[in-house]
């Protein structure tokens, strides 16, 4: 029971998160279209790193 | 956590490393190093040609530059004849104008003097012809004088449309 | 990379084609039944049909009849370590039991597998006994190196990229300076992890030494996502070891190449208070040597694992939704919810071939990176 409320949370964090990432680089890419690439692949990287840490979080309360 | 730590499997974990280590040795022989060294020498191959193309664009504009400028020194040159060509004709022309000139006052200097040399001996030709007419009239009117005035003049006049019909 | 990208929309293409067929093929056989050959058709079943799929398994099996009770499958080899030493044997001896009925008696110890996983009895006991913590009283758990289905899926990628790149390499080889054939595809890809993802993150001068792991590792990865997407039913790099393997590469990678200049940074931190020094090495060296490779297995395991739980449980649905929406519409929803997982899926697959390829290469081009500046 805790453990799905802590994953709810976990999951609440984690969307927070990439929502702002994926926000941010829309905004990013909206203002300078000729850094999309540069962006996308920072973007991809700091939800990756975003994930890691919810799954983490995940695994460990599992 | 307990659950994840009771899925792992040594084993599996142990031939994962085994195959991975094994698979990189093979791919690193048989896959990557030719394909990489394949790749960077077709990327050199077109780096170089892509240089020697800009090299010889840059001779190129050399060789117009220097296209250019012997043309321009040949133009120069031709300028600089055909001056030289205008000159001479002009000094030609001058020269022989003055030669011309020379020769024409020279000769007319000795026509001129032809002419007067002419001119003197026809005179002299002249004033000896009018001293014997003179001296052949004066003789007539002297013989005439002796008979008759009137006759006398008559003659004299005659004599001397005679001697201007000569 | 205008080639690039069109050589990977048609992979998509080929494999989202392959992914019906999955989505066709998985949708039977949870009807058909798990390995014991029950019929599948309550929740409990299905879940427990699912956690059976996401485990490995000891012999490949594609269906079970159940009009017949035949099994379709082919047996692997078993290789254990027990406490007699090392025994190997097919696993056509368990006769498909998973439970812990069938007992083997392999040149001295008895073994039995319950829920893929084999345990040797102590003597005289005929049966696994498990306390309250599931931990089995009266049997131990042996070390097992079997050609496990995994393992098996392993060496098919092995011989897959083997074959592929080696046939590039070949084409060079042989003067061709423009790949032919399945070489058209393949060298963009090697060209994207090369430009994309090796270079940028470790840097023009030291990216050489490690293109070979990290290409290796990169398709790797992605071959073994894309079968598990496949009826083949493997589940590679959604097995905890697997990625718990190629996470500890990296880290003995980067810690075997690390500068000078890194370890400086990492242990004694310059321009920083002498006593807050101690404290951030030992928080530099928990997240190097725990934290990153710990995010890399957790999340590649977690990815797989849930994808494919989300596309089992998603064709499943025809079977729990039958009683309230009849066959025909709940056949359908689960087609097309399962059609659009896959394609997600198929993005997953090659997401986090990249997101690990590319962590592994930023973490390596940390460690090798020379600071210019000293502050």
């Known amino acids: 029971m805790y453990n799905l409320i802590g994953a709810g949370l976990i999951v609440i964090g984690g969307g927070i998160g990439l929502g702002q990432i994926g926000g941010k680089a829309m905004e990013g890419i909206a203002r300078q279209p000729e850094a999309a690439g540069k962006i996308q692949t920072a973007m991809i990287i700091i939800g990756a790193l975003l994930e890691g840490l919810a799954f983490g979080a995940l695994i460990l309360g599992k | 956590m307990d659950q994840l730590l009771n899925d792992f499997s040594p084993g599996l974990f142990f031939m994962q490393i085994i195959i991975l280590i094994i698979l990189i040795v093979l791919m690193r022989a048989f896959a990557w190093k030719p394909i990489l060294g394949a790749l960077s020498t077709r990327e050199e191959g077109i780096q170089n040609a892509l240089d020697s193309a800009e090299k010889a664009k840059l001779e190129m504009q050399n060789l117009q530059a220097d296209n250019q400028k012997l043309l321009n020194e040949a133009r120069a040159e031709r300028e600089a004849m055909l001056k030289e060509a205008r000159e001479m004709k002009n000094t030609m022309i001058d020269d022989a104008k003055t030669e011309a000139e020379a020769q024409a006052s020279a000769m007319i200097a000795q026509a001129q003097a032809a002419i007067e040399s002419e001119k003197k001996a026809a005179m002299a030709e002249l004033k000896s012809h009018v001293a014997g007419l003179s001296v052949d009239i004066a003789e007539k009117v002297v013989r005439q004088e002796l008979s008759n005035k009137d006759k006398q003049l008559a003659l004299v006049d005659s004599l001397l449309g005679e001697a201007k019909l000569n | ?375």
Do not use: C
């Open chain 3, 1 to 375: 990379m205008v080639i690039a990208k069109k050589s990977i929309k048609l992979l998509a293409v080929l494999f989202m084609v392959f992914g019906m067929f999955t989505v066709q093929a998985e949708n039977d056989t949870p009807q058909h039944g798990d390995v014991s050959g029950n019929q599948v058709d309550t929740p409990e079943e299905i879940n427990s049909y699912i956690q059976h799929h996401l485990k490995d398994s000891h012999d490949f099996h594609f269906y079970t009849d159940n009009s017949t009770g035949k099994h379709y499958s082919f047996p692997l080899p078993v290789i254990v370590w027990t406490s007699e030493g090392l025994k190997t044997f097919m696993s056509s001896a368990f006769h498909h039991d998973d439970a812990g009925h069938e007992i083997v008696d392999a040149g001295g110890v008895k073994l039995t597998k319950i829920h893929s996983k084999i345990y040797e009895l102590n003597p005289g006991e005929t049966e696994v006994a498990f306390d309250e913590e599931h931990h089995a009283t009266n049997a131990s758990k042996v070390i097992d190196f079997s050609i496990t289905k995994s393992v098996f899926g392993m060496l098919v990628t092995g011989l897959i990229m083997l074959l592929g790149f080696g046939a590039l390499a070949r084409g060079y080889k042989k003067g061709n300076t423009i790949p032919k054939g399945v070489g058209r595809v393949l060298e963009p890809l090697v060209l994207y992890v090369r430009d994309e993802i090796a270079r940028p993150n470790i840097g023009e001068k030291k990216y050489k030494k490690f293109m070979s792991f990290l290409l290796t590792v990169f398709f790797f990865i992605w071959i073994l996502n894309l079968l598990g997407l496949t009826p083949l039913g493997f589940n590679v790099t959604g097995q905890i070891a697997v990625t718990a393997a190629m996470a500890i590469f990296t880290v003995v990678i980067y810690m075997f190449s690390g500068t000078k200049d890194f370890w400086a940074h990492t242990l004694w931190m310059p321009g920083v208070p002498v006593i807050l020094r101690p404290i951030l090495a030992v928080i530099e060296l928990v997240g190097f040597v725990i934290i990153k490779p710990f995010s890399l297995l957790i999340r590649l395991f977690a990815n797989i694992t849930a994808g494919h739980f989300v596309v089992m449980s998603l064709v499943a649905l025809m079977i729990t939704m039958k009683a309230s929406f009849g066959p025909a519409a709940s056949t359908g929803m689960s087609l097309i919810l399962t059609l659009f997982i896959m394609v997600i899926e198929l993005l997953v697959a090659f997401l986090q071939a990249f997101i690990f390829t590319m962590l592994s290469s930023l973490f390596i081009g940390m460690a090798v990176e020379e600071h210019d500046d000293h502050h």
